[in-house]
């Protein structure tokens, strides 16, 4: 009797320790550029097991009221993420949920996320946060960019979506292909359509001030969630493309756009972060 009782004293002991350890959740403040491992509030080597979630329609975000699989953010979802030892989560804050209608910023959208990530914060998850996009906007078989951002004039009508893979598609009202003509292509091939590279590179050239707007959008994101220490750091965009490949093929070439387009407005985002 007396083993089993000192074996479910360890046990309950151990079981403590990782509560704890669970809910230490310190700030990152830092990355070491010698041994490129992020640095906490208290000087120590964050190491991180994490999963994505991503909204990628409206409402943009995950559910937050009833646990549905892969698509929500409730107690049983926190609990299956623990018994797993996830420790981060990379986030997706969709530009469409902030932003619907230009310099318009949705703050309930903002609000529930900051929710979200308050919750993984008080059980000692981690957040990322993804501006996250697929092929850039819906009028591009796409998700991620609001629906103001792209023009359907910006392309002669035989160079519309999905221009080259296919003839182009009919449209909605807005601009928008049906989900089935959408889904009989290839979204990753999508990137090399001329529509898509036209879009991106009117981003990174700020045509009508829209890289200004993409950076705005940060800095709205930013003073919402800076103050949350279980915000660790912000991806600026998921997979982004090169930009107008069509008119400028030599941004194909590996490392050309990185240094062209890239990083002049991703060192603007940086900016509006830290301000």
Known sequence: MKTLSISAAIAAVALSVLNVVNADLSKIVRVNPATQHFIDAQGRSRFFHGTNMVKKSFPWHMDVNNFVPSWSVVDRDIELMKSLNINIVRLGVHWAGVEPVRGQYNQTYLDVTQGIIKKFQDNGIYTLVDQ????????????????????????????????????????????VPSDADC?????????????????????????????????????????????????MGYDLMNEPWVGDHMADPTLLTPGVADSRNLEPLWNKGNNAIRQ
């Not at 796409?142 to 004039?153: E, I, T």
């Not at 991106?200 to 220490?229: E, I, Q, S």
């Open 132 to 175: 996250h996009q697929d092929v850039w906007a819906a009028q591009l078989c796409g998700h991620g960019a609001p629906l103001w951002f792209v023009k359907s004039d910006w392309v002669t009508p035989g160079h519309r979506m999905p221009y080259p893979q296919k003839a182009p598609f009919a449209v909605d009202a807005n601009g």
């Open 183 to 231: 889904n009989s292509i290839d979204w990753s091939v999508s990137y090399l359509d001329y529509a898509v590279g036209n879009a991106f590179g009117r981003l990174y050239n700020n045509y009508d001030n829209l890289g200004d707007a993409w950076v705005a959008y940060w800095k709205v994101v930013a003073t919402n969630y800076n103050a949350l220490p279980g915000v």
